[in-house]
């Protein structure tokens, strides 16, 4: 096992990654830009390293600032969390360059589903179902015409080098065709330097489902059941929960199955989630993400594993610390996340926190960098906690939500915590019948 692991994020998952470590017996490395010099992560970890000024790229996302921090405290492994260089492939091979072990799959792994085409066709090829759609690239508008004909109306073309919901058009009807493949190419030429796109049908009610997988490396892997994570405001999640409110265990069973055995396939390695849109009974692949999640937290819960304790268990060349028989789905998780944005038009509030409250007590745990009098700087993600809630089944989580957020006590700065007390009194919350598009709808007619 390692003796010290270098974390290359901040905020809560930073900490998150730090109380692994220590649970571990492992030392951990914070690293940090001269805005988080008084962060909750250096005040947690056992050593830390300022690594650059506070733009993302000269700090967070600088190679040799990270490499050298390693270099400087001998750690031996590096957690990247989400986002920052999590699915960056030229990192995972610089830091292999420099003998440190990455924790996360491999560069190649990353690199075949970072590209939105080539995942389809490796998912397609692994025996997971895709939305049908376009074999590759669609160059001419001509070819776009004859394709969207063939898959039917409406449909949605995507950038293949797309992310964060941009360089995506619908076209409902043949007359919309030209216009939206036209301003996807532009959108996507302008936002990520590469004009290509791709057609699929467009679903109209979908949920998001998402399947937690854990490779092994070594051509084993298990799933973890899904996640809806339907409760999206632009294309970000905003709630999410395990087990999904309309996925029967027979589904479960089989999505799971299916997508484990796809990645014992590749040989793996770590934690992966795939995610689907699922309408009427049926799973339609939309791409994979090659690292922890926001919202593991909640199948967590539900199966009482620790996600990061694996991560780092299987980098370090161990088998994982169950088989898929151990797991047992065990009641009900919610996440909601909680960021410093005004309401109602989530414009990010920074600033200094004058009094938190964390709330307690039974099937609450709160994973958040904040503290009294810590000040929220300008420059990252205004994501400042995650509460997490378990029930024995889905009204109990409920109601140990709304009983936790009314504990919650953040000063000083505008928070999302509202909006959910709102979103606890809708009956289609409650029941639990939404789909991707609800929440917009809802923020349209409410706030
Ligand atoms: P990005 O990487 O930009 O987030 P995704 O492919 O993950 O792009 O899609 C983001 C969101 O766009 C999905 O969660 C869904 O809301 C919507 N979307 C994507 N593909 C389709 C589709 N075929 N039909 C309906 N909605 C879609």
Redo the contacts with the bound molecule.
Sequence with gaps: MFDKILIANRGEIALRVVRACREMGIRSVAVHSTADADAMHVRMADEAVCIGPPPSSQSYLSFPAILSACEITGAQAIHPGYGFLSENAAFVQAVEDHGIVFIGPRAEHIRIMGD?ITAKETARTLGIPV?P?SDGGVPTLAEARRIAGEIGYP??I??TA???????K?AHSPDEIETAFGTARSEAKAAFGNDEVYI?????K?R?IEIQVFGDGKGGAVHLGERD?SL?RR?QKVLEEAPGPVIRPEERERIGRICAEAVAKINYAGAGTI?F?YEDGAF?F??MNTRLQVEHPVTEAVFGVDLVREQIRVAAGLPLSFRQEDLRLNGHAIEVRINAEKLPGFSPSPGRITQYHAPGGLGVRMDSALYDGYRIPPYYDSLIAKLIVHGRDRDEALARLGRALSELIVDGVDTTVPLFHALLREPAIREGRYD??WLERWLRENM
Excluded: D, N, S, T
């Excluded at 797309?162 to 995506?168: A, D, E, Q, S, Y």
């Excluded at 699929?200 to 109209?204: D, M, P, T, V």
């Design positions: 939105k939305v759609g449909v949605i995507k950038a797309g992310g964060g919901g941009r360089g995506m619908v699929e049908k467009y679903l109209q979908p998001h994570c999206q294309h995610e849109l339609y939309i791409e991707i598009h």
